[in-house]
């Protein structure tokens, strides 16, 4: 029998505004095996999407978004030369994630507004629970009154599977309560609908909805639930520490 270990444990609670969005959705089966994958976490290589997240993020930010920029990037990532069959896996689902996303960025519904840098994300700590976060471009726009609201957009992908409506609010919900939790050192204030998630596989953009603030004392009180049952949660069948 193999004695080389499959899973690392995180100590501490932990989990990404992904996983919660996810969590707040899910069923309580589900909501189980989400914790428990937050807590152990396989040490096996996983292709994440980091290049296409890039680069969808600069032409977020861009003035003229044109959707040659995202085939050539694809193009060339099918071209790179891989020294192993995973990083040739990494580079084709990257490029999958690019192509994607350039037949449906016409169509998103983007806010009008300044686009910037997301800058340092900062993980937050809910009710014990460190959360990690993405943003993958931030807006800003100056009302009718001088006054600067601000918000950012998120990513999700998931090849051949539209995001569930419900998550993508939950997403976009979270992301607004972070950036009132964080605060801002000018005037700005973050607004709901510049705080979006964007479905890069369907084309579909969630703006926060209007309960964002229930929604985020709801996250907070799961983060509670998490905490409490992190000591409690047993690892994956057959995994080895």
């Not at 290589?45 to 085939?71: C, D, G």
């Amino acid at each position: 029998m193999s004695t080389d270990k499959t899973h690392r444990e995180v100590k501490d609670p932990q989990i990404s505004a992904r996983f919660l969005a996810d969590y707040m959705f899910a069923s309580e089966l589900a909501r189980r095996t989400i914790v428990q994958s937050c807590k152990y976490r396989p040490i096996a290589r996983l292709v994440q999407h980091n290049e296409a997240k890039t680069t969808i993020s600069n032409f977020l930010m861009a003035e003229s978004r044109e959707e040659s920029i995202l085939r050539e990037k694809s193009d060339s990532l099918r071209e790179r030369m891989a020294d192993s069959d995973f990083e040739r896996d990494l580079f084709d689902h990257n490029a999958d994630y690019l192509d994607r996303f350039a037949s449906i960025s016409d169509q998103l519904d983007i806010p009008q507004s300044e686009t910037y840098s997301h800058g340092k994300v900062v993980p937050l700590s809910l009710s014990g629970v460190r959360v990690t976060s993405e943003i993958h471009c931030r807006f800003r726009r100056l009302t009718k009154s001088n006054k600067v609201k601000t918000g950012g957009a998120t990513l999700r992908y998931a090849k051949g599977k539209p995001l569930n409506p419900e998550v993508g609010a939950w997403q976009s919900a979270f992301l607004l309560g972070y950036l009132r939790f964080v605060g801002t050192e000018d005037a700005s204030e973050p607004e709901g609908k510049l705080c979006i998630t964007i479905d890069a596989y369907a084309g579909e953009v969630f703006p926060a909805p209007t309960d964002s603030i229930s929604r985020f004392k709801n996250m907070m009180a799961a983060c509670e639930s998490i905490a409490e049952r992190w000591p409690k949660i047993k690892p994956p069948k057959n995994a080895r520490l």
